[in-house]
């Protein structure tokens, strides 16, 4: 069932120009639902590094659909949070669905934040993204031929970015996911090791996958000159969020949609149909 009340207000997308933030944008328009992109480089300017430019953006707002940058697990994070919600309430928003990240801590204390802010709320948290191979971090990696990680052995419920986005538009757009906390993964668990010879197979292309230590990943990322805000970041996920502590699924995807979540291998096929890792030339 859709809301009545909010057709006329429009949604801030963050990160709408992002892995998640993009799927809910585009779900969001085709549906008939105004939105506005919130991110630096969007026609209203969303930095959240600077609060000034959060008024403006919540000009008009009815629901928010929050993707923080660059992580709810980073020093600081729910203080900035805490400061956006404030902003949200007094600008008058009615409606919060934040996306948050599986076994972290930090991110617990922001979903908190949320949860308590007197709106309606939905808490989307997921599991590491399949989209982090293709639109993300990882991409480089997998066009070299060669992906390093730490915890190659560790089972990994990948969560298809398409499923995150449809649970977010339905908590933005349905009556009956206020108060919801949902825990989305995909169907199946499995090891990097094994997701980058899924990729391979799919890519037809040859994609070794290299265990290394975490010490040798940072120094690695820092040979890269990878900024050391996104050396620290990974080195954090892969010493906690990625140690084994996730790897069970869950039953977000069913719960909140009634359907089930896309396996890694509905990712593969379509990344590579695509020709997302393609090498230049091919
Ligand atoms: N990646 C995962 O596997 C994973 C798993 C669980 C949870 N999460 C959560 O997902 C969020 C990050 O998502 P992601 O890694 O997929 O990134 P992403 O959404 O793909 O990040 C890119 C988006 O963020 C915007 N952006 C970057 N810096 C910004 C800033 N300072 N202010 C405003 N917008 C900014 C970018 O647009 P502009 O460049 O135009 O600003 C773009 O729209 C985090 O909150 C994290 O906790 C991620």
Redesign the pocket.
Known sequence: MTNSTSHQRLTLV?????????RVAIRLRQAGHPIRI?????EVP????DRGTWTPALFGVDAVYI???????VPGAPEVIRAFVNAAKANGVRKLVL????GEPE?VQCERIVQGSGLDWTIVR????A??FS??AFLEYVLAGEVALPNGDVPEPFVHADDIADVAVAALTEDGHSGELYELTGPRSLTFAAAVGEIAAAAGREITFIPISRTEFVAALTEYQVPADVVSLLDYLFGTVLDGRNSQTTDGVPRALGRAPKDFRDYTHAAAAAGIWNIQGE
């Open positions: 963050t990160g709408g120009t992002g892995k998640t933030g993009s919130g991110s630096r480089s969007a969303f930095d959240w590094a993707a923080y940058q660059p992580d709810l697990a996306l948050s990240g599986r991110a997921c599991s590491f993204f989209q982090n639109e993300g």
